[in-house]
């Protein structure tokens, strides 16, 4: 069996990949502020994109939607805000 990190790191490496592939410029992977961790920042033209990968290799455990909860959301955010300051 597959230990969850590799699989964390394998669907980051595809999410990488696949914002390169269609224009995205990777500024930085892992970032961290404080308790935050930002797991893709990157460049979209004009644009600052702030991504957080959920990979899954069964939906049994839950929606990778709703492992954002909003505790983590309000992290990111300020994680994202330390980032343009």
Known sequence: ??????????????????????????????????????????????QIIIVEVKTRTSLEFENPKEAVTIPKQKRIVKGADAFIQ
């Open 1 to 46: 069996m597959v230990d969850h990190n590799e699989v964390g790191k394998q669907g980051e490496a595809a999410a990488v990949k696949f914002l390169a592939k269609n224009g995205y410029d990777i500024i930085t992977q892992n970032w961290r502020f404080q308790k935050a961790e930002i797991d893709i920042i990157a460049k979209y033209e004009r």
